[in-house]
């Protein structure tokens, strides 16, 4: 059964540092997606990456990239140069084709950027 | 309209009342998703539609819950005699199309109805 992992509840960060978020996921299926959201607390939630089973190079968008391991089947968050406004709650969430459609969530990081 | 559209904001009603919960979804978008989302829980998925039809509706939680969507457009949620259990926010999100099909373009979320069962 398709399923993803957050293992990390809540997680600190000084601003201006680096910071991963973790995710595991757990598939049969050769042809996936990978997405990363950021849900602050006004509730909306917020694309920030992707990444598809078969691309070869590491998805980055501006302070995010993905860091993803196939064969340890983790999709890693790297946010760079923390700011204040990334506080929010994280969701790693896993999308497959076929007959379904529906992206599978984690139970999210709660990310708390200090200054 | 620019994004995905869903009203009303906030809800909140008796139980045993019924509810109904609306979500426009980005125009051109042929899929078109319900999520529940309990107090500081992750997304749980409901029902998938593409066009008209449900291919997916494994994720509905008894058969209070129920969903339609009309012009491959609008989307109506209904729950039926309310339970407290049902209180959650109920996201929608829209796509172009199913997965391979540029489905990941464009995976929008609406900002949810707030539904609070009293």
């Known amino acids: 059964a398709q399923k993803i992992t957050q293992t990390q509840p809540g997680m600190f960060v000084q601003e201006k540092e680096a910071v991963t978020l973790d995710c595991t996921y757990d598939?049969?299926?050769?042809?996936?997606?990978l997405f990363w959201y950021k849900q602050p607390s006004s509730g909306e939630m917020i694309f920030l990456i992707y990444q598809g089973s078969y691309d070869q190079q590491n998805a980055t968008e501006g302070r995010y990239s993905l860091n993803f391991q196939k064969a340890r089947k983790s999709a890693n968050l790297v946010i760079s140069a923390s700011q204040l406004g990334d506080s929010a709650m994280y969701f790693c969430?896993?999308?497959?084709?076929?007959?379904?459609?529906?992206?599978?969530f984690g139970t999210g990081t709660l990310l708390a950027v200090q200054p | 309209g620019a994004g995905v559209s869903q009203s009303p904001s906030n809800k909140v009603t008796e139980k045993g009342k019924d509810v109904e919960l609306r979500c426009d979804p980005i125009?051109?978008?042929?899929?078109l998703y319900w999520y529940r989302q309990r107090l500081g829980q992750g997304l749980e998925f409901l029902i998938y539609?593409?066009?008209?039809?449900?291919?997916?509706k494994s994720g509905l939680p008894s058969d209070r819950f129920s969903a339609e969507r009309t012009g491959e457009s609008v989307s109506t949620l209904t729950i039926q005699r309310t339970q407290q259990e049902d209180s959650a926010v109920y996201l929608c999100a829209s796509s172009l199309g199913p997965f391979g099909q540029g489905g990941i373009d464009g995976y929008t979320f609406g900002s949810g109805t707030r539904l609070t069962v009293v």
């Open positions: 539609f593409q066009g008209n039809s449900a291919p997916d």
């Open positions: 598939t049969s299926d050769p042809s996936y997606g």
């Open positions: 125009s051109g978008h042929t899929a």
């Open positions: 969430a896993m999308g497959y084709g076929g007959a379904t459609n529906k992206l599978i």
